[in-house]
Nanobody, 120 residues
Framework: QVQLQESGPGLVKPSQTLSLTCTVS??????????WSWIRQPPGKGLEWMGA???????YYSPSLKSRTSISRDTSKNQFTLQLSSVTPEDTAVYYC????????????WGQGTQVTVSS
């Protein structure tokens, strides 16, 4: 049973870069054909897919966030990381990492989520 756990600071100042790590256990992030995604939910709003890194290392980003988003991985630690630059209070959200089993938003496993607040 794969498990995902987000970690990172809960408070980020405006204009800074938000950085979160997802640690995966019970399965390798290089296993065919999974996609490892970041998803967020701002207060009072729906889920927003931000991007993903595939088993191959290829990355995919939401067009609306692409200019500010970077996803990378450390296969030796079985982790993948989200970086979101130039944050504003509108980036305040619960951030989730999740495994997409098909590349078509079929998310079978989720982390518990981590609250990130952007505030000075």
């Amino acid at each position: 049973q794969v498990q995902l756990q987000e970690s990172g600071p809960g408070l980020v100042k405006p204009s800074q870069t938000l950085s979160l790590t997802c640690t995966v256990s019970g399965g390798s992030i290089t296993t065919n054909y999974f996609y490892w995604s970041w998803i967020r939910q701002p207060p009072g709003k729906g889920l927003e897919w931000m991007g993903a890194i595939a088993y191959s290392g290829s990355t995919y980003y939401s067009p609306s966030l692409k200019s500010r988003t970077s996803i990378s991985r450390d296969t030796s630690k079985n982790q993948f990381t989200l970086q979101l630059s130039s944050v504003t209070p509108e980036d305040t959200a619960v951030y989730y990492c999740a495994r997409d089993d098909t590349g078509w938003a079929l998310f079978s496993s989720w982390g518990q989520g981590t609250q990130v607040t952007v505030s000075s």
